[in-house]
Nanobody, 119 residues
Framework: QVRLVESGGGLVQAGGSLRLSCAAS????????MGWYRQAPGKQRELVAL???????NYADSVKGRLTISRDNAKNTVYLQMNSLKPEDTAVYYC?????????????WGQGTQVTVSS
């Protein structure tokens, strides 16, 4: 099993910055993709950014140029640097990974961290 623990959410004014972190722990796993999704009130969960173990990155169009994903494979940790935040970035941000565990590949989610951007 893999456990994802997020940190770094909070309240910030529009134009400000936040940095989210997510560390994966457990045993007997190898992480493939790792990244972030978000869910705003009344909306579906959506992809924010995803990074593979090889470093390929995919961003949602709405965050390109403002949010940057990075990853420390040795620490099984993924980061999301969020700059020039907008009120529409307000959401619960969920860490995500897919990992090879014995005999299969599974998806895992963190508990979520609230990001609130005030206007």
């Amino acid at each position: 099993q893999v456990r994802l623990v997020e940190s770094g959410g909070g309240l910030v004014q529009a134009g400000g910055s936040l940095r989210l972190s997510c560390a994966a722990s457990g045993s007997g796993f190898s992480i493939n993709g790792m990244g972030w999704y978000r869910q705003a009130p009344g909306k579906q969960r959506e992809l924010v950014a995803l990074i593979t173990s090889g470093g390929s990155i995919n961003y949602a169009d709405s965050v390109k140029g403002r949010l940057t994903i990075s990853r420390d494979n040795a620490k099984n940790t993924v980061y999301l640097q969020m700059n020039s935040l907008k009120p529409e970035d307000t959401a619960v941000y969920y860490c995500y990974c897919n990992a090879k565990v014995p005999w299969t590949v599974r998806e895992y989610w963190g508990q979520g961290t609230q990001v609130t951007v005030s206007s």
